[in-house]
């Protein structure tokens, strides 16, 4: 398996952090999306994977939305709550699509400029 590049959007930084959501536990969500477990794919490269908080199960979980292309790249979009909202809007996915769609063509320049400003930051 190649080593996949993991990121996460500013805003999506800024929730997980509120969550108490690990970059360890949103490595292992993409080492499992790599090994093709996902909750859903939703087209045009957006997948729906459920995350578990510390001391919960999946099920009580915080649900994520990630651009992912299987070894390249994969990008944390959006998350949310089970117990806050149960999905996500049409309009919200057709923008979620057309994001992760330029997300996961950036260049390498393009994906620098990104992370030197602060809007994408790289898991490590």
Same mark, same amino acid.
């Given at each position: 398996?190649?080593? @996949? ?5 500013? =805003?999506?930084?800024? =929730?997980?952090? /509120?969550?108490?959501?690990? #970059?360890? %536990?949103l490595k292992l969500? @993409?080492?499992?999306? $790599? $090994?093709?477990? %996902? #909750?859903? #794919?939703?087209?045009?490269n957006v997948y /729906? /994977? ?5 001391? $919960?199960?999946?099920? *009580? ?7 992912? $292309?299987? #070894?390249?790249?994969?990008?944390? @979009?959006? *998350?949310?709550? /089970? ?6 809007? %049409? ?15 950036? +260049? ?6 990104? @992370?030197?400003? *602060? +809007?994408?930051?790289? %898991?490590?």
């Amino acid at each position: 398996m190649e080593s @996949i590049r993991i990121y996460k959007l500013k =805003w999506f930084k800024r =929730w997980a952090s /509120k969550e108490g959501l690990s #970059d360890s %536990v949103l490595k292992l969500a @993409i080492t499992e999306m $790599q $090994q093709g477990l %996902v #909750d859903a #794919d939703l087209g045009a490269n957006v997948y /729906k /994977k459920r995350v578990p908080l510390l001391g $919960q199960g999946k099920s *009580g979980s915080l649900r994520t939305l990630i651009a992912f $292309q299987v #070894d390249n790249k994969a990008f944390f @979009i959006y *998350g949310f709550s /089970k117990s806050t909202r149960s999905n996500i809007s %049409v309009k919200e996915m057709k923008s979620l699509k057309l994001l992760a769609k330029e997300l996961l063509n950036y +260049s390498e320049e393009k994906l620098k400029k990104a @992370i030197d400003s *602060g +809007s994408i930051e790289e %898991v490590r």
